[in-house]
Structure formats: structure tokens, C-alpha cells
């Protein structure tokens, strides 16, 4: 059973396009993310949702906007796609929306999407 | 600007022999490190994390250093096995920022044969 989950694995795009990526976890978490990693292997926090509310919103273009219709999932749509937005996107999970030094902070990561836009 | 970054994108390393990762972070308000692995196909896996009152924890196979002094972290593998391939990431979490982790720029592990 995939605990994170992100479709499609591939998306191939024109630009101008507006596209939705969507993630689902099954682990039962409070707190979902999306990350950008570029070609150069990067990953940049985008957003956070914690039980449906955004708890964290990096500068992002705001033609990203992610929705979280439940905690168990958190979609990204993009509007207006440019070359740039080229990348794989990681959306991960975690059950733990504040640190607590006596748990761990651990990520579930789903398995990616490439987006290609041309 | 806050940052954590890594000293060498890529290491190649004999099958064997230990690996060490090194990554530098520049927020001494940090307290909390972790280590991620990415591999084809196999998604983006937790190794390893360590608080900032420690400075050394260990794994199966693994060991994570912390030199808070020097802002440093390092990851060290024994006996490099051919699974160990991957990209390894430091992230840092800044207690401030809630649940926001902020990674570095990965290093490509490749293990000879």
C-alpha cells in the first residue's frame, strides 16, 4: 500500500497551460507539503497545510494554489505555466504540525512528478 | 541568508569502504537536522535525524554528526553497499518556523564496485 501518493508520475505541457497535480496520503497525518526540486536537485518548500489550513506559504508565483479539500489530501494547481515551473514536485506528509524535541519530525514523501512544460 | 548547503555535490566511493557526507547550515537558531535519501524509483526515505543537544547519534550503519559550534553535519555510512546510491540531503528545521524544513542541495553518492 503507498503511504503518499501523487498523480500523474509524468506531465508533459505547453506553456500557457493550467495543470493540477494531485497527492493523497494514507498515513493518517495532520500536515502535508509541496516541494519543488529543480534541475540542480534542490528542494524548496512551497506550502503546508495542516488539517486543511495553510500553516506555511513560501514565495511562490501566485499562479500556484494548492488545496486541500481533506488532510488526507493536497492538490496543486498551476495556472499560466511557464519554462520555469519545469521540475519534479514531491508532496510528503507528517504527522506532527509543531516540533516537538521528543518526537521526530519525519517527511513521508510521495514518489514525485516531472513536469515538462515546453 | 539562512541556508544549508552541502561541500560536495557528488562522491564516489569504493564498495566497502565508509562514506562520509559533509553539510554546512548557517542558522545557528536551528535545532533540529535531519537526513533524507533519494533514490530512483524508490522516492525520498528519512535516514536519520539528530537534536540539536546531542552531537552524535547513530543508526544501523549510519552515524550523524553535529558541530554546532562550526555549523557542521556530517553523515557517515560504513561498509558502502551498492543500495547506499542515492542523493543524501541535510535539512534543518528552525523551531520558529513550526513544521518547515529547509534542505540543501544534495550530494550524489555512487559506490564502486
Known amino acids: 500500500d503507498t503511504a503518499v501518493s501523487q498523480t500523474p508520475k509524468y506531465l508533459v505541457t505547453q506553456m500557457g497551460n493550467d495543470k493540477s497535480i494531485k497527492c493523497e496520503q494514507n498515513?493518517?497525518?495532520?500536515?502535508m507539503y509541496w516541494y519543488k526540486q529543480d534541475s540542480k536537485k534542490f528542494l524548496k518548500i512551497m506550502f503546508s497545510?495542516?488539517?486543511?489550513?495553510?500553516?506555511i506559504n513560501e514565495t511562490v508565483p501566485n499562479r500556484f494554489s494548492p488545496k486541500s479539500p481533506d488532510k488526507a489530501h493536497l492538490n496543486l494547481h498551476i495556472n499560466s505555466l511557464e519554462l520555469g515551473d519545469s521540475a519534479v514536485y514531491f508532496c510528503?506528509?507528517?504527522?506532527?504540525?509543531?516540533?516537538?524535541?521528543?518526537?521526530?519530525?519525519?517527511?513521508?514523501f510521495g514518489p514525485g512528478t516531472r513536469l515538462t512544460v515546453l | 541568508g539562512e541556508s544549508v548547503g552541502l561541500h560536495l555535490p557528488t562522491l564516489s566511493v569504493q564498495e566497502g569502504d565508509n562514506s562520509i557526507i559533509n553539510c554546512a547550515y548557517s542558522?545557528?537558531?536551528?535545532?533540529?537536522f535531519i537526513w533524507y535519501k533519494q533514490e530512483s524509483g524508490k522516492g525520498t526515505q528519512f535516514i536519520i535525524d539528530?537534536?540539536?543537544?546531542?552531537d552524535k547519534r547513530q543508526g544501523q550503519r549510519v552515524t550523524v554528526l553535529l558541530n554546532k559550534t562550526v555549523k557542521h553535519l556530517s553523515l557517515q555510512i560504513a561498509a558502502t553497499q551498492p543500495g547506499d546510491s542515492a542523493v543524501y540531503f541535510c535539512?534543518?528545521?528552525?523551531?520558529?518556523?513550526?513544521?518547515?524544513?529547509?534542505f540543501g542541495s544534495g550530494t550524489r553518492l555512487s559506490i564502486r564496485p
Open positions: 539528530i537534536r540539536s543537544n546531542m
Open positions: 497545510y495542516n488539517n486543511k489550513e495553510l500553516i
Open positions: 498515513l493518517g497525518h495532520d500536515t
Open positions: 535539512a534543518e528545521n528552525k523551531y520558529s518556523s513550526a513544521s518547515k524544513i529547509i
Open positions: 510528503a506528509s507528517s504527522p506532527h504540525t509543531y516540533i516537538r524535541l521528543k518526537r521526530r519530525n519525519e517527511q513521508f
Open positions: 542558522n545557528s537558531a536551528s535545532d533540529y
